[in-house]
């Protein structure tokens, strides 16, 4: 659920599509959107091994250590992009403002959180030209736990 108001609209980032941009401010290591509504979690195995699952990889998003969650439906949460400089930080399934927002500002991740240990997006990331390869879970829950820690240790 996307706590704060927002519109999708043309992402400011080429080649993307649509993006999600805030439309009111939102302060630095705020929630600006939790989960909601997640009744499954598959393995990626899980995922791999059946091909009807394995169909829906595209729509697949790391919840915690090897656990995933498919997104089939492309709720208005799907409009989130990528960026190696996101002004989101993914940590557990929430996004928090990785920084103090303004409204019109774009929400974007880091997608190496949401993929799978060193599962390979299918496309590269705008800014750099690199690809983006799913980070391991200790890496990932580390790196986003001691980022929220100095979001939210700021005055």
Known sequence: ????????????????GKGLFLEAPV????????PDAI??????????????????????????EQRYTLSPEWPDECFVNHSFAPTGLWHLGFIFANGPLDAGAELTVD??????????????????????VGYAWH???????????ALLAAP
């Open 1 to 16: 659920m996307i706590l704060t108001p927002y519109r999708i609209a043309s992402s400011r980032i080429p080649g993307a």
């Open 27 to 34: 302060a630095a290591g705020s929630i600006v959107m939790a």
């Open 39 to 64: 009744d499954r979690t598959y393995t990626f195995d899980e995922i791999s091994a059946d091909p009807a699952l394995s169909r829906l990889l595209h729509t697949s998003v790391r919840w915690f």
């Open 111 to 132: 997608y190496r959180h949401l993929l799978a240990p060193g599962q390979v997006e299918e496309f590269s990331d705008a800014d750099t030209g690199q690809s983006i």
């Open 139 to 149: 890496e990932s829950i580390a790196s986003s736990t001691a980022r929220l820690a």
